[in-house]
């Protein structure tokens, strides 16, 4: 069986943890589960309130790509309608030339790994 990780990325603003910090510590998280043996990663899209605060999960997969190099990484959620078609294909062709990124799947139910 494999498994897989998600991360919503909650920020509490009124918490002690920064944005930065999140980010650091969602980093550290998907370099440890790569380490554990995880199949894959996940990041969600999040816009619009304060818990919420990754608004280009590309991003992140792709700066979690540069510390890691088996597990899969893709972006759960990505809202297309919030973003220009041409920049939006544009960065995952870019992010789909980092060798553990998964594609990009048209369907929202579930992600699949590349064959």
């Known amino acids: 069986m494999k498994l897989s990780l998600f991360?919503?990325?909650d920020h509490y603003?009124?918490?002690a943890r920064t944005v930065p910090q999140l980010y650091k510590q969602v980093i550290d998280q998907a370099v440890l589960g790569e380490e554990l043996g995880y199949a894959a990663f996940f990041s969600?899209?999040?816009h619009f309130h304060p818990y919420g605060?990754?608004?280009n999960p590309t991003a992140l997969?792709?700066?979690i790509a540069q510390r890691t190099?088996?597990?899969r990484l893709g972006t759960a959620i990505s809202i297309l309608t919030f973003h220009n078609p041409r920049t939006a294909?544009?960065?995952f062709a870019?992010?789909?030339c980092t060798e553990n990124l998964i594609r990009v799947d048209d369907a929202p139910e579930s992600p699949k790994l590349a064959e």
């Open 7 to 9: 991360s919503v990325q």
């Open 13 to 15: 603003p009124d918490g």
């Open 44 to 46: 969600a899209e999040h």
């Open 53 to 55: 605060v990754v608004p």
């Open 61 to 63: 997969v792709c700066a």
């Open 69 to 71: 190099t088996r597990i």
């Open 89 to 91: 294909a544009e960065i």
């Open 94 to 96: 870019m992010a789909m």
